[in-house]
């Protein structure tokens, strides 16, 4: 069992995620009430919706983690799942970026936003020219 499955397999638990076909169309997601919050690209990392705003909070933490990549101008954090301590830490952001999307107003959805699985495309090609 990857890091990746077992971290699926525990979210999909939660009372608060549903799991619903990825956006991007690429692997699985899960989705909040208000939006898609995780996708689950490889057997080895995850996109996690974690919004702009709790990035910003968490950002000085989150620089210094090995298993997070941050993309700039994305609310999408990409969690590498190697280990348990990784899927930990994904359990923990998941329930912060929870958090951050039930701080929108009631009624209101959280805006469409890409995950990371195409920018992290971009920005490789961008470095190769």
Known sequence: MTAAWHAMTQL?????LLEVPPSCGT????????AEIAHFH?????DLYLTAGAIRRFERHLRHSTAIQLVPGSPWVTVR???EVDVNLLMTLM?????AHHEWPDGA???PV???????????????L
């Open 27 to 34: 692997g699985r997601a899960l989705c909040s009430a208000r």
């Open 95 to 99: 329930s912060a970026a929870l958090q």
């Open 81 to 83: 799942l190697e280990c």
């Open 109 to 111: 959805e959280a805006p």
């Open 12 to 16: 999909a638990g939660w009372p608060d």
């Open 114 to 128: 890409r995950c990371n699985a195409r920018r992290e495309t971009a920005l490789a090609h961008r470095e190769c």
């Open 42 to 46: 490889s057997d080895r990392s995850v």
